[in-house]
């Protein structure tokens, strides 16, 4: 993630769009944060890092447009304020993990609280925060890969961030238990990764998808959607199991 993080700061981006499996989720939609801010605090044993970082209201509404457009069912979800430029969504951890290796590295005490007074600065970029329901069929995340690229086509330089860990069936102690599939799927998300080709992960089973509990396949086909419209070169950074669930990073760039 350190090396993802040095990659980002090299490319500059104007504005990350981030997709992550556990934030505000819309039966039948992709949710996009409708909201001024996103804040959020991550707590682990002792230690606490708290986040409160911009949302771009004109790339969100960008991208809405551009699923519309495209026919994908899209929720624009509010929270707290009910004026847009007092709305604040809380953040989770698959926001606020990746954002501190992209920009966003400082504890930003006293602010990861959607009522908290937002920083007098903001040291990373704006973000979009998406969230995919898994009830819409694969597809649907591929259209909307494609409807980023639609409203990326800009002058602006755009991130996109697809977040998630895979299987979570690696350890028999884990909340999950233990299942075979977890090897097997990720074995095969890392290949489709490594030989640059997301999209072939359209055709994991919703046995294999139960059963390994993974987490990032309806990103990855939004990544898939995106490369079909700005073909990019993949660098496969790192996959480990540290615990009961895989981990992968991977680096793209335009080609």
Partial sequence: ????GR???SAAPDVIVIAGPHGVRVDGAICLADVARGAGTLRWQDRKVEMNVPVDAEMTDAVADAARARGVPVA??????NRRNQSVLPIDWGVI???WFL??????VGHGEVLAPAPAEDKGPPVVIVTPSRSLPRESMVTFGRAVADAAAGDRRVAFVA???WAHTHAEDGPYGFHPAAGEVDALVVDAIRDNEPGRLASLTERQVQDAAIDGLWQTLMLAGLM????MRVDLLSYEAPRYYGMLVAAYEPV
Avoid at 1 to 4: D, I, R, Y
Avoid at 228 to 231: A, I, L, S
């Fill in 1 to 4: 993630m350190q090396e993802l």
């Fill in 7 to 9: 990659r980002c700061r």
């Fill in 76 to 81: 624009m979800a509010g929270y707290a304020g």
């Fill in 97 to 99: 993990t990746p954002l």
């Fill in 103 to 108: 920009g966003h590295d400082r504890n930003m």
């Fill in 163 to 165: 977040s998630c860990d």
């Fill in 228 to 231: 079909e419209c700005v073909p």
